[in-house]
């Protein structure tokens, strides 16, 4: 089984940052897809960002894709550590309607549409993020 436990989140000014972790349990954990996505009130959960599985191999040469919701692009950055078995979502120039829960998602499968929640398999509990003006 996997589990996933998020971090990072809290209270931050408009146009501030914030970085939110996802800490993972998993012996493949570098085959996972990662995604994180947020839901604010009374509002479908909805795609942030997503980064491909990846070997963990630098010696190799390894490389992963990362994918961005439009409202995003540009201010959020998602990468991963596999020796951490952690993945971040860097958060910049944050705005009043980035305002949500933030959900960090694996997909142990690979090979679905990343923008999806049923895509992924697992889920964590989700961190606050809350932006004021």
């Known amino acids: 089984q996997v589990q996933l436990v998020e971090s990072g989140g809290g209270l931050v000014q408009a146009g501030g940052s914030l970085r939110l972790s996802c800490a993972a349990s998993?012996?493949?954990?570098?085959?996972?897809?990662m995604g994180w996505f947020r839901q604010a009130p009374g509002k479908e959960r909805e795609f942030v960002a997503a980064i491909s599985w990846s070997r963990g191999y630098t010696y190799y040469g390894d490389s992963v894709k990362t994918y961005y919701a439009d409202s995003v692009k540009g201010r959020f950055t998602i990468s991963r550590d596999n020796a951490r078995n952690t993945v971040y979502l860097q958060m910049n120039t944050l705005k009043p309607e980035d305002t949500a829960v933030y959900y960090c998602a694996a997909d142990p499968s690979g090979g679905r549409p990343y923008y999806r929640t049923v895509s992924y398999e697992y889920w964590g509990q989700g961190t606050q993020v809350t932006v004021s003006s």
């Open positions: 998993g012996r493949t954990f570098s085959r996972y897809a």
